[in-house]
């Protein structure tokens, strides 16, 4: 069974640029989520989306970042513009939704961005 | 709000002894509580978690952790380590499966 694929791997930009990571989950997963992982800390939830409907996105910067899952597959975050302090790994992971259930998060590779 | 504490930042240890990771949760309301590894360039994967019955929970690659609700306490122990063990460790607590809230982590360092 394949994985949470995330592209690209590695992405340098320089501050006040625009940046976008993708992200496919596990096929039948329903719910997805973008976690953000600066160094040093443990990551920290972005979003959670319910296939295309977001459940929380409490913790997103909505000035400079957003996301979108329209299809309920696959996903992409964006950081417009980005600021020193967005340098991180942005880690994508992905569950079933079977209600009343535990529901294991499977997470990808990371995408690890450098603002210069 | 729940959160999470890693007492340890770094723990070197030698290889084949015995060793402990700390955490610490604070929660007002039941949670789910888990332990994670991450090994460099790599994504999280699910070492153990607990949910709920036996407090003392088995995972993979030999580590087991104990869920202690007095203490509010989910230590993560392996009884003798390999260098493949050395990685960065995160415990997590989650209400009802929901949001995973982690701590700062735990870098183990499986010296030769």
């Known amino acids: 069974e394949a994985g949470v694929a995330q592209s690209p791997r590695y992405k340098i930009i320089e501050k006040r640029q625009s940046v976008a990571f993708w992200c496919n989950p596990i096929?039948?997963?329903?719910?997805l989520y973008w976690y953000q992982q600066i160094l040093g800390q443990g990551p920290k939830l972005l979003i959670q989306?319910?296939?295309?409907?977001?459940?929380?996105d409490s913790q997103l910067p909505k000035d400079r970042f957003s996301a979108e899952r329209l299809k309920g597959v696959d996903s992409t975050l964006k950081i417009q513009p980005a600021k020193l302090e967005d340098s991180a790994v942005y880690l994508c992971?992905?569950?079933?939704?079977?209600?009343?259930?535990?529901?294991?998060?499977?997470f990808g590779p990371g995408t690890r961005l450098t603002v210069l | 709000a729940q959160s999470v504490t890693q007492l340890d930042s770094q723990v070197p240890v030698f290889e084949e002894a015995p060793v402990e990771l700390r955490c610490n949760y604070s929660?007002?309301?039941?949670?789910?509580l888990f332990w994670y590894v991450q090994y460099p360039n790599q994504g999280l994967q699910l070492l153990l978690k607990?949910?709920?019955?036996?407090?003392l929970v088995k995972g993979i690659n030999g580590f087991e952790a104990e869920f202690n609700k007095s203490q509010t306490s989910f230590h993560l122990r392996k009884p003798s380590v390999h260098i493949s063990d050395t990685a960065e460790y995160f415990c997590?607590?989650?209400?009802?499966?929901?949001?995973?809230?982690f701590g700062a982590g735990t870098i183990l360092r499986v010296k030769s």
């Open positions: 929660s007002s309301v039941s949670v789910y």
């Open positions: 989306f319910q296939n295309n409907g977001v459940v929380d």
């Open positions: 992971a992905s569950s079933l939704k079977i209600a009343g259930e535990y529901n294991e998060q499977f």
């Open positions: 096929s039948g997963h329903a719910t």
């Open positions: 607990y949910l709920s019955g036996s407090t």
């Open positions: 997590a607590v989650s209400v009802r499966g929901n949001k995973l809230v």
